[in-house]
T-cell receptor
């Protein structure tokens, strides 16, 4: 079974600064996807960024980027130029690739507060 | 033109009652899911349906029964509600193939008193 660990229950960052959220996972699978989801107070789950395990290049989406270390099973999220709207719960998630669709396995989340 | 919708968004009920949560997606996806988010914000898969067939059923009490009348709908019926069922329930859907993003509904906050 796969497990996802987020070791930082809460973090805070000053507006315009950079923050990194940690995520490690455990799996015996070789083909999988990793995701970061954002859940603001509205509770809507919003996909922030996706990484395919077979790709060595780290994914980036505007101010969001990941540091994917497959051998270390580490998948951290870096948020640059933090904005007040980035305040939310952030969940790291794992999905193994299969012939069919497989559900997401989530970490316990990191609550990020961006301070003005 | 909401992609994944859930009704109701809030549900307050008493112990012992039976309630249903409805989910509909208009994305043409063939797989739908129910996730439960507990009071500590932990999200966990409950069920997964593919083309109206149950393919994943995690360790969930028999009081929970999903029903998929067609590919666009996956409803969750809960019998004999208990205090511990209080949570936010998310419906999600995805398409097969090489693109695996799951789209989430807005969630239903269930409170059992």
């Amino acid at each position: 079974a796969q497990t996802v660990t987020q070791s930082q229950p809460e973090m805070s960052v000053q507006e315009a600064e950079t923050v990194t959220l940690s995520c490690t996972y455990d799996t015996s699978e070789n083909n999988y996807y990793l995701f970061w989801y954002k859940q603001p107070p509205s509770r809507q789950m919003i996909l922030v960024i996706r990484q395919e395990a077979y790709k060595q290049q780290n994914a980036t989406e505007n101010r969001f980027s990941v540091n994917f270390q497959k051998a270390a099973k580490s998948f951290s999220l870096k948020i640059s130029d933090s904005q007040l709207g980035d305040t939310a719960m952030y969940f790291c998630a794992f999905m193994k690739l299969n012939s069919g669709n497989t559900p997401l396995v989530f970490g316990k989340g990191t609550r990020l507060s961006v301070i003005a | 033109d909401t992609a994944v919708s859930q009704t109701p968004k809030y549900l307050v009920t008493q112990m012992g009652n039976d309630k249903s949560i409805k989910c509909e997606q208009n994305l043409g996806h063939d797989t739908m899911y129910w996730y439960k988010q507990d009071s500590k914000k932990f999200l966990k898969i409950m069920f997964s349906y593919n083309n109206k067939e149950l393919i994943i059923n995690e360790t969930v009490p028999n009081r929970f029964s999903p029903k998929s009348p067609d590919k666009a709908h996956l409803n969750l019926h809960i019998n004999s509600l208990e205090l511990g069922d209080s949570a936010v329930y998310f419906c999600a859907s995805s398409h097969g193939g090489t693109y695996h993003e799951q789209y989430f509904g807005p969630g239903t906050r269930l409170t059992v008193t």
